[in-house]
């Protein structure tokens, strides 16, 4: 891994736009883990990648599909990103939302189980393996479950659409994270 800075990284490229930041994202995707890039990438390059992630999964399906269905291994850093990137409503409401799924719920690995838990949480019983797992609820219990869910998911969905949709201001959405990139550019994107 090299050791050049956010603005090395970029070699011309207009900070002020999406590309310069799907640069910096592209360049700290590594075929490894979120938790091996976390423990690489240096604090300001993983907040950018966490950001660029998170707003380009909404983006392509939202915070039931794009984020939470088919992206979980970054559903547990997307608070702190948040915070840094100054959308600290964000940051709580993911929070929220991460509380509202079972306990010991593993947003590491995009499996079976985890397939399990979304379709609880969607109320897609047929569709899970193991419903052993989620036997322990009552039918109230697991109705109340999935009501809060989609009531987080609406929450988020109503915080992030002004900010981040494709009308919106602030660069559609990418402004808190070029704001960020600006602020760092002498960061390095990796530790060591």
């Known amino acids: 891994?090299?050791?050049?800075?956010?603005?090395?990284?970029?070699?011309?490229?207009?900070?002020?736009?999406?590309?310069?930041?799907?640069?910096?994202?592209?360049?700290?995707?590594?075929?490894?883990?979120i938790g091996e890039i976390k423990n690489k990438a240096t604090l300001e390059a993983f907040t950018i990648?966490?950001?660029?992630?998170?707003?380009?999964?909404?983006?392509?399906?939202?915070?039931?599909?794009?984020?939470?269905?088919?992206?979980?291994?970054?559903?547990?850093?997307?608070?702190?990103?948040?915070?840094?990137?100054?959308?600290?409503?964000v940051a709580q409401l993911v929070e929220k939302a991460i509380h509202l799924f079972p306990e010991k719920t593993d947003f590491t690995e995009n499996d079976q189980d985890y397939c399990d838990v979304i379709n609880f949480l969607e109320g897609h019983d047929r569709f899970i393996k193991n419903k052993q797992k989620f036997e322990q609820y009552s039918s109230e219990e697991k109705s109340q479950i999935r009501e809060n869910y989609h009531n987080a998911i609406e929450k988020l969905e109503k915080e992030v659409d002004p900010i981040w949709g494709y009308d919106a201001p602030n660069q559609e959405g990418w402004g808190n994270i070029i704001h960020f990139l600006k602020s760092n550019l002498n960061a390095k994107i990796w530790k060591e």
Do not use: H, R
Request: hydrophobic fraction near 40%.
């Open 1 to 33: 891994m090299n050791k050049k800075t956010i603005q090395e990284i970029l070699n011309g490229i207009s900070i002020e736009t999406e590309e310069a930041l799907l640069e910096i994202s592209d360049e700290i995707s590594i075929k490894e883990s």
């Open 49 to 89: 990648f966490i950001g660029v992630q998170t707003i380009g999964c909404w983006k392509s399906g939202g915070w039931a599909t794009g984020i939470f269905g088919n992206y979980p291994e970054i559903v547990p850093y997307i608070p702190s990103a948040m915070k840094s990137l100054q959308l600290e409503n």
